[in-house]
T-cell receptor, first 110, second 113 residues
Framework: QKEVEQNSGPLSVPEGAIASLNCTYS??????FFWYRQYSGKSPELIMSIYSNGDKEDGRFTAQLNKASQYVSLLIRDSQPSDSATYLC??????????FGAGTRLFVKA | KAGVTQTPRYLIKTRGQQVTLSCSPISGHRSVSWYQQTPGQGLQFLFEYFSETQRNKGNFPGRFSGRQFSNSRSEMNVSTLELGDSALYLC????????????FGQGTRLTVV
C-alpha cells in the first residue's frame, strides 16, 4: 500500500470552477501535510501547508485535513488556466522523512 | 536569498557508468533530501542528510549513495547505472527542523542510454 495516495487524473475543470484535489495517507503518525504545485519541466513549489484538523485558506486555495479519516484535500476556487499543473500531496511522517504522492494532473479549460 | 542549486541540469550517461550529482541548499539550511521522480511514480524518497549525517534512507539499492559536507552541500552518487535510473533527481533543502516545507532545486535530468 502506498503511503500517500492521490488520483492521478487528469482532472479537467472549466475556467472559474472549483477544482477539488484529494489525498489519503496511511501513517496515522503523520504530523504535517503539504500541497506542492509542479508545472511541466519545473520543480515542485509549496502552495499550502496544514498541521491541524479543519480548513486553512490562503487566497483562492483552501486545504482541508481530517486526521480521523486520514484525508487531505485542496480546493482551488475560481480556477484559472495558469493553475494547470500537477499537484503533489505530501506528509511529514516524522523520522526526517517526507513522503509524496504521485500527483494529480489538473487541466483548467479556458 | 539564493535558492537551491543543483548541478548539472542535464546528464547523459551510458549503462554501467557512475554519476555524481551536486546540491547546494539555501544558506542556513542544514538538511538536504534527495528524491527521484519518474513519470507516474511521483517523488520517491532516496535519503536525507543533516549535519553530514544520513538520518533516513528510502528503498533504493546500494548503488545509490550520498553524502553531505560541512558546508551543507550534498552529493549523491549512482554507480553501475541502469536504464531504469533515467529520471529527474530533485534535491530539497530544509531548515533541519521537522514539520517544515521543502524548497526544491531545479533538478538534474539524468538519461541513461
Amino acid at each position: 500500500q502506498k503511503e500517500v495516495e492521490q488520483n492521478s487524473g487528469p482532472l479537467s475543470v472549466p475556467e472559474g470552477a472549483i477544482a477539488s484535489l484529494n489525498c489519503t495517507y496511511s501513517d496515522r503518525g503523520s504530523q504535517s501535510f503539504f500541497w506542492y504545485r509542479q508545472y511541466s519541466g519545473k520543480s515542485p513549489e509549496l502552495i499550502m501547508s496544514i498541521y491541524s484538523n479543519g480548513d486553512k485558506e490562503d487566497g483562492r486555495f483552501t486545504a482541508q485535513l481530517n486526521k480521523a479519516s486520514q484525508y487531505v484535500s485542496l480546493l482551488i476556487r475560481d480556477s484559472q488556466p495558469s493553475d494547470s499543473a500537477t499537484y503533489l500531496c505530501a506528509s511529514y511522517t516524522g523520522g526526517f522523512k517526507t513522503i509524496f504522492g504521485a500527483g494529480t494532473r489538473l487541466f483548467v479549460k479556458a | 536569498k539564493a535558492g537551491v542549486t543543483q548541478t548539472p541540469r542535464y546528464l547523459i550517461k551510458t549503462r554501467g557508468q557512475q554519476v555524481t550529482l551536486s546540491c547546494s541548499p539555501i544558506s542556513g539550511h542544514r538538511s538536504v533530501s534527495w528524491y527521484q521522480q519518474t513519470p507516474g511514480q511521483g517523488l520517491q524518497f532516496l535519503f536525507e542528510y543533516f549535519s553530514e549525517t544520513q538520518r533516513n534512507k528510502g528503498n533504493f539499492p546500494g548503488r545509490f549513495s550520498g553524502r553531505q559536507f560541512s558546508n551543507s552541500r550534498s552529493e549523491m552518487n549512482v554507480s553501475t547505472l541502469e536504464l531504469g535510473d533515467s529520471a529527474l533527481y530533485l534535491c530539497a533543502s530544509w531548515t533541519g527542523r521537522g514539520n517544515t516545507e521543502a524548497f526544491f532545486g531545479q533538478g538534474t535530468r539524468l538519461t541513461v542510454v
